[in-house]
T-cell receptor, first 115, second 117 residues
Framework: DAMVIQNPRYQVTQFGKPVTLSCSQT?????MYWYQQKSSQAPKLLFH???????NEADTPDNFQSRRPNTSFCFLDIRSPGLGDAAMYLC??????????????FGPGTRLTVL | AQKITQTQPGMFVQEKEAVTLDCTYD???????LFWYKQPSSGEMIFLIY??????QNATEGRYSLNFQKARKSANLVISASQLGDSAMYFC??????????????FGKGTKLTVNP
């Protein structure tokens, strides 16, 4: 039944050690999103893919990269995690990106701890 | 300027009572959509209800209804007959439809709802 799957649910990494978070979807949606959500804050969009077209938010640090090898999978790479990157990372999908009624489906999130 | 404002950081309600969570929005786009999501402590964002800017009637989904007042730019979520499992963070979000950036969902800061037995 799971539609948007994120692995792992909890990730611990060391300061400066690269880490990759993964997201997969069974919905065959065109768009995949990565959000960062820090404690007691709203989710903040980092970037999204429309099919293979990558769209970066202007204020997303260069430390954050993403890959989408196929429709089903999308990865978030943090090249050199800092203490400030500790957060919940949410992956979401939507059928398309245009249209105001385009619902986003979220995964359960990966909670990243940086030691 | 904030596009989505949720003025209630925390709300308390007694089990079985109704509760209203406030949301106001700011946009000049005539075409937009408003969403409410629930986020339990486990972290997953659960879609609750959607209201389109051109919808004539207020959206309803089971115990959830959206009190949409377009002129006031408000989209309050009403939860009837609260249950203990409704305790969670609730986020209001907006997607602007006709202009560039329609793929973006902008979230408010959230309201933490606690349902007391």
């Amino acid at each position: 039944d799971a539609m948007v799957i994120q692995n792992p649910r909890y990730q611990v990494t060391q300061f400066g050690k690269p880490v990759t978070l993964s997201c997969s979807q069974t919905l065959n949606h065109n768009v995949m999103y990565w959000y960062q959500q820090k404690s007691s804050q709203a989710p903040k969009l980092l970037f999204h893919y429309y099919d293979k077209d990558f769209n970066n938010e202007a204020d997303t640090p260069d430390n954050f990269q993403s890959r989408r090898p196929n429709t089903s999978f999308c990865f978030l790479d943090i090249r050199s995690p800092g203490l400030g990157d500790a957060a919940m990372y949410l992956c979401a999908t939507s059928r398309d990106r245009a249209g105001e009624d385009n619902e986003q489906f979220f995964g359960p999130g990966t909670r990243l701890t940086v030691l | 300027a904030q596009k989505i404002t949720q003025t209630q950081p925390g709300m308390f309600v007694q089990e079985k009572e109704a509760v209203t969570l406030d949301c106001t929005y700011d946009t000049s786009d005539p075409s937009y959509g408003l969403f409410w999501y629930k986020q339990p402590s486990s972290g997953e964002m659960i879609f609750l209800i959607y209201q389109g800017s051109y919808d004539q009637q207020n959206a309803t989904e089971g115990r959830y209804s959206l009190n949409f007042q377009k002129a006031r730019k408000s989209a309050n979520l009403v939860i009837s007959a609260s249950q203990l499992g409704d305790s969670a963070m609730y986020f209001c979000a907006m997607r602007e439809g006709s202009q560039g950036g329609s793929e973006k969902l902008v979230f408010g800061k959230g309201t933490k709802l606690t349902v007391n037995p």
